[in-house]
């Protein structure tokens, strides 16, 4: 039998990364040539500088954006358009697409949208100016700032969302969500929003466990035919802390208030005191910030906030004194 002729079969090309540079020394000076050039598997890495681009990456899979960081890679936006970075757009979408290390400015008021994709990760980002979701599924943020928005920070609409670890700041409105969205904020800051911390309405789906919301115009607000599970957070020097629509369904659990006018308020105009929708487990009192005139929200050691049913502490930062094996 004669020798396989191997150099006929056809190779496969495993992953690449394209690289792309203003200065010329990558492959691409433009981001959104580099990523439509990009195939399932490939990663485009941004050499650092400030782009004068905007991007739309749709009709794609499994690829990566990769900044060389925050602070050395910004997209500024160039055309006459809302927004930045758009991920998906109709009527096509985007699958299994992770972006990290770069920072995002806003364009006509928004910087970020996401629409009608899937499994869509946004990891170590600086985001200034709204980040926005609409019918996606799976998206994950975790680990970005995200602030600046004379509207809202984060909205969603229809989308289905994870926010972990998030500083989210200086907005009107933090996080918004609306329509049919199931979302779980877990492990945020958000803080210094003009209004609310969080809004769910509509026939959203909502958990939010150890965040910390504080110095806002108010902690969270549950509207509409809501479903929500809201455990284990800190409202803390807010105006006030929860507002609840008497047609939301909304469960709390193990949370520390301390705010300016009320912690526990009924929808009106204005919202209505209620004290008694306080369960036993909420704390209420002092949550001894180590200086939260500095935006430091760590708890001091003499916390009354640890150890609280299922918590080693409350909020999204452990205690100066907590030990390792304690923490979450």
């Known amino acids: 039998m004669g020798a396989v002729a191997w150099a006929d079969e056809p190779r496969v090309a495993g992953p690449r990364t394209i690289v792309v540079a203003l200065d010329g020394t990558g492959e691409f000076t433009s981001i959104q040539e580099a ?15 400030a782009y004068p681009q905007d991007l739309t ?4 899979e499994a690829i990566k954006l990769v900044g060389a960081g925050v602070d050395q890679v910004t997209l500024l936006g160039h055309r006459d358009r809302v927004g930045v970075l758009h991920v998906g757009k109709w009527p096509y979408g985007a699958t299994d697409i992770e972006i990290t290390g770069l ?22 980002l600086r985001v200034k100016g709204m980040l926005f979701g609409q019918q996606v599924q799976d998206v994950r ?19 289905q969302a ?43 789906k909502a958990v939010l466990v150890s965040n910390t919301l504080v110095k806002n115009g ?18 803390g020097l ?21 705010n300016k006018e009320g912690n526990y308020l009924k929808t009106g105009s204005p919202p ?28 001091r050691h003499d916390t009354p906030l640890v150890h609280k049913g299922p918590f080693a502490f409350l909020g999204a930062q452990p205690p100066l004194s907590a030990p390792p094996s304690r923490r979450q």
């Open 35 to 49: 990523v439509d050039s990009a195939q399932k598997g490939d990663t485009v890495f941004l050499k650092p500088g």
């Open 57 to 60: 990456i749709h009709s794609k």
């Open 103 to 124: 920072t995002v400015n806003e364009h006509g008021g928004h910087a970020v949208g996401i629409f009608n994709g899937k499994r869509i990760t946004l990891r170590h």
């Open 141 to 159: 943020i975790e680990d970005s700032r995200i602030g600046g928005s004379e509207t809202t920070g984060v909205q969603f609409a229809d989308t």
């Open 162 to 204: 994870v926010l972990i670890g998030n500083v989210i700041h200086d907005n009107d409105h933090g996080v918004n969500v609306a329509g049919k969205s199931d979302v779980r904020l877990e492990r945020n800051i958000i803080t210094r929003n003009l209004f609310e911390a969080v809004v769910i309405g509509d026939g959203a």
């Open 218 to 235: 108010g902690g969270a607000v549950f509207l509409g035919s809501s479903h929500n599970e809201v455990s284990g957070n800190i409202v």
């Open 238 to 258: 807010n105006t006030v802390g929860f507002v609840i629509a008497p047609s939301s369904q909304t469960t709390l659990s193990f949370n520390g208030l301390f």
């Open 272 to 299: 209505v005191q209620a004290p008694e929708l306080k369960p036993a487990s909420d704390i209420v009192g002092d949550p001894h910030f180590v200086d939260a005139d500095h935006d430091d929200f760590r708890l």
